[in-house]
Nanobody
């Protein structure tokens, strides 16, 4: 089993910055993908960004140039730096770890962008 513990999030004004982190523990394989997804009420969960343990990344078009995903393999931790935040970035953000035989989710953390 794998456990994911998220931290960060909160309330920020438009144009501001926030950072999220997610620490994974348990039975983690050396090859995995970690990422961040977000979900608004009534909408489907969508990919924000993901990163393979090799460092290869993917971003949603809506966050390219504003968000940066990174990871510390030694600590099994993934980070999301969010800059130039917009009201439409408001959502619950979920950490995800995907590996052979498993797809795991964190409990979610609220990000609210509002003046």
């Amino acid at each position: 089993q794998v456990q994911l513990v998220e931290s960060g999030g909160g309330l920020v004004q438009p144009g501001g910055s926030l950072s999220l982190s997610c620490a994974a523990s348990g039975s983690i394989f050396s090859f995995n993908t970690m990422g961040w997804y977000r979900q608004d009420p009534g909408k489907q969960r969508e990919l924000v960004a993901r990163i393979v343990n090799s460092g290869s990344t993917n971003y949603a078009d809506s966050v390219k140039g504003r968000f940066t995903i990174s990871r510390d393999n030694a600590r099994n931790t993934v980070y999301l730096q969010m800059n130039s935040l917009k009201p439409e970035d408001t959502a619950v953000y979920y950490c995800n770890l995907r590996q052979l035989y498993g797809d795991y989710w964190g409990q979610g953390t609220q990000v609210t962008v509002s003046s």
